[in-house]
């Protein structure tokens, strides 16, 4: 090919927005941009202080993942590090006072979990689904988008979706199903310095647009022709939400918070993207109902 016939094939789909690092083939898309460098390594000194993260349920904050000077803990372990006055942060940067009140209607492994008044914030007045506190450097809280937001899929992706859709709806309605996005969310979820993609998909076929599945997929960062499911539910009571990310411990590798709800269940996991898959790190299982849990 001549110099100015490859530069008339890559013009061309510039100027219609469309990459020209990838070509879609009838047996999927090539990557044809020259290889992206290697992962970083993730930073082996974590930073020297304490930090704790709450979670927010039935509008009180429930600690659930936390670290004291690099030693990592879960649930109730987390209350011993916090100060007798507590003010903590929600992504948009305010601070937020905490106080002790008793059990949560959470569970960690069995165990009922500590529950923290929101002091001075009203019921429905706090968006985030997440509080931080900490005694050093506060590390970076991201959160998806609100309003949320929907982006255009590329080739590739839409194929991803539709092949993980299409076998979903046969074994859930016993036909395809197709896939109706609804969100995108685009956030760093390995710590490598590239954005993941995350998309919010529901599964529906038949004339009578049934729900096969809910599923949240991944685009890697650094593999733009991938779309694989991350998070999978065949409930159709059932939501899949992606709450926050962010690197607690702040030893290179951030923290996924993903929440299931159910009519009586929320079940809320901390997590870290391995490889395309989710690794859970802690899981609290709370009721909706008000009763509390008691020991």
Sequence with gaps: MTIARAVVACVAP???????????????PLPTAPPLPPLAEPLSQVTEGRAVLFVIH?????????????????????????????????PSTAVISLRLAGLSHCTLDGKPQ???????????????QVVLWSDAAYPVLLVPPVPAEHMPETPSQLRGMRDSCGELGKKQIGQP????????????LDGDGVRERLDEVRCVGGAN?????????LTPGRRPERTVPL????????????????????????????????PTIHR???SHLKNTGLES???????????????
């Design 58 to 90: 039935e509008h009180r904050a429930v600690p659930l993942y936390c670290h004291d000077r690099g030693q990592r803990r879960l649930g109730a372990d987390c209350v011993s590090l916090l100060p007798a006055t507590i003010e903590a942060r929600v």
């Design 268 to 270: 809320i996991e901390v």
């Design 209 to 217: 647009k049934a729900v096969a599945a809910h599923v949240v997929f």
């Design 177 to 188: 199903a197709a896939a109706s996005p609804l969100t995108t969310w685009l956030v760093d």
């Design 14 to 28: 510039l100027l219609c927005a469309v990459a020209c690092n990838r070509i879609d083939y009838a047996a999927g």
């Design 114 to 128: 500590p529950a923290f008044d929101l002091i001075g914030v009203a019921v429905g007045d706090l968006e985030s």
């Design 281 to 295: 790190l802690g899981e609290l299982a709370c009721t909706t109902s008000a009763t509390p849990v008691h020991p």
């Design 231 to 262: 998070r999978i539910s065949t409930l159709v009571s059932t939501q899949l939400r992606f709450d926050a990310v962010m690197d607690v411990d702040s030893n290179g590798v951030p923290e996924v918070v993903v929440s299931t709800l159910s």
